[in-house]
Antibody, heavy 119, light 107 residues
Framework: EVQLLESGGGLIQPGGSLRLSCAAS????????LSWVRQAPGKGLEWVAA????????YYADSVKGRFTISRDNSKNTLSLQMNSLRAEDTAVYYC????????????WGQGALVTVSS | DIQMTQSPSSLSASVGDSVTITCRAS??????LNWYQQKPGKAPKLLIY???SLQSGVPSKFSGSGSGTDFTLTISSLQPEDFATYYC?????????FGQGTKLEIK
């Protein structure tokens, strides 16, 4: 059974940093691309960042480019999102998402981690 | 970026009804269109991929069609567990983008 378990969410002041982690199991981690997708309270879904299976290529939404960094450790089956210079508009539930054979076909989602940016 | 527009934004229906949700892309995305279901407090769940392919384990009451810029999701014989929010998403290009969602409510 595929499982994606996010951790690291919480309350952070504007301008602060936070690191989200996602522990994966139930599939061959190193074979699949992964993404982070977020959802602001009461709003729709917004893709944040993606990383290829090897970790060699990363992609970001314009809204987070230069502030967020996606990375993965294929030896530990772990995906991470380093978030710097956080803003109030980054407040959201962040989902760790596995891609299927298609690059942006999201077949499994974690339960989400809430990040609240507020003073 | 490719903009995805769903209609309607909300929809009321009764148990046993069939409903259709429409998704339009701002440019052609071939068949790179996926549908997700999200229930309150839960993560989205993949229902349909490549416009019309049913994800494993998803009941056949869900069906998708379309190509190019216009797509539909049809849900037949609505049951209480089908009342949720539905999102379309294009996987044609970076960044992948979602529709704003269609909230399906019980009448």
């Amino acid at each position: 059974e595929v499982q994606l378990l996010e951790s690291g969410g919480g309350l952070i002041q504007p301008g602060g940093s936070l690191r989200l982690s996602c522990a994966a199991s139930g599939f061959t981690f190193s074979n699949y691309a992964l993404s982070w997708v977020r959802q602001a309270p009461g709003k729709g879904l917004e893709w944040v960042a993606a990383i290829r299976s090897s970790g060699g290529n990363t992609y970001y939404a314009d809204s987070v480019k230069g502030r967020f960094t996606i990375s993965r450790d294929n030896s530990k089956n772990t995906l991470s999102l380093q978030m710097n210079s956080l803003r109030a508009e980054d407040t959201a539930v962040y989902y760790c998402v596995k891609s299927s054979s298609g690059w942006y076909l999201f077949d499994y989602w974690g339960q989400g981690a809430l990040v609240t940016v507020s003073s | 970026d490719i903009q995805m527009t769903q209609s309607p934004s909300s929809l009321s229906a009764s148990v046993g009804d069939s409903v259709t949700i429409t998704c339009r892309a701002s440019q052609s995305i071939s068949s790179y269109l996926n549908w997700y279901q999200q229930k309150p407090g839960k993560a989205p769940k993949l229902l349909i991929y490549a416009a019309s392919s049913l994800q494993s384990g998803v009941p056949s009451k869900f069906s998708g069609s379309g190509s190019g810029t216009d797509f539909t999701l049809t849900i037949s014989s609505l049951q209480p567990e089908d009342f949720a929010t539905y999102y379309c998403q294009q996987s044609y290009s970076t960044p992948p983008t979602f529709g704003q969602g269609t909230k399906l409510e019980i009448k």
